[in-house]
């Protein structure tokens, strides 16, 4: 198994620009997660997927889509990038039925908006 | 709503040493998970252990082992045996049991490994 893979693994935007960061999943885990990690913070919530088809909002989703129309992929999608994006954005995955809730982290994405 | 405090920015250790990381949380649940996560220089979120609310027997994981004193919210990790790899931040989190996606993170603590 790959396990939770992120592509890609560096970006520079310039204001305004759009751009998808790609998560995808191998474990047919069923809930699909993304966190941004900002400098002397720890990782902050940003939307949530508990299947095909259905999302949420976490703790900080202003400025970003996102769609989940496979089990496998869940992309995150920022339309119109601005400075305070910059971020090292984590996908994240568990099965529903698993110990501890425990999730798994793929290896990140450093994005910076210039 | 859940916070996870972590209030020693940094620590630095002799190898060999012994190193305890504090961690305190609030919540108003009863059942929850809590966990450490190391992340090295590579960035890579890493499961280092991991404790159900219910059980008050402390984890442990080879040389590492949590202090879980549910009454106080507190869950501190001691890092024996210390090692030059051990040197990363290390994240506190914590998680509802009732399926709640959201993994509540404390801001870190930079543990590095002198040799």
């Known amino acids: 198994n790959a396990g939770v893979t992120q592509t890609p693994k560096f970006q520079v935007l310039k204001t305004g620009q759009s751009m998808t960061l790609q998560c995808a999943q191998d474990?047919?885990?069923?809930?699909m997660s993304w966190y941004r990690q900002d400098p002397g913070m720890g990782l902050r919530l940003i939307h949530y997927?508990?299947?095909?088809?259905?999302?949420d909002q976490g703790e900080v989703p202003n400025g970003y889509n996102v769609s989940r129309s496979t089990t496998e992929d869940f992309p995150l999608r920022l339309l119109s990038a601005a400075p305070s994006q910059t971020s090292v954005y984590f996908c994240?995955?568990?099965?529903?039925?698993?110990?501890?809730?425990?999730?798994?982290f793929g290896p990140g994405t450093r994005l910076t908006v210039l | 709503a859940q916070t996870v405090t972590q209030s020693q920015p940094e620590m630095s250790v002799q190898e060999a040493e012994t190193v305890t990381l504090s961690c305190t949380y609030d919540?108003?649940?009863?059942?929850?998970?809590l966990f450490w996560y190391k992340q090295p220089p590579s960035r890579q979120m890493i499961l280092v252990i991991r404790q159900e609310a219910y059980k008050q027997q402390n984890a442990t994981e080879n040389r590492f082992s949590v202090n879980f004193q549910k009454a106080a919210k507190s869950f501190s990790l001691k890092i024996s045996d210390s090692q030059l790899g051990d040197t990363a931040m290390y994240f506190c989190?914590?998680?509802?049991?009732?399926?709640?996606?959201?993994?509540?993170f404390g801001k870190g603590m930079k543990l590095t490994v002198n040799p």
């Open positions: 474990m047919n885990h069923e809930y």
């Open positions: 994240a995955s568990r099965r529903r039925q698993s110990s501890y809730n425990e999730q798994f």
């Open positions: 997927s508990v299947g095909a088809g259905i999302t």
């Open positions: 989190a914590f998680t509802s049991q009732g399926g709640s996606e959201k993994l509540v």
């Open positions: 919540t108003s649940e009863n059942n929850y998970y």
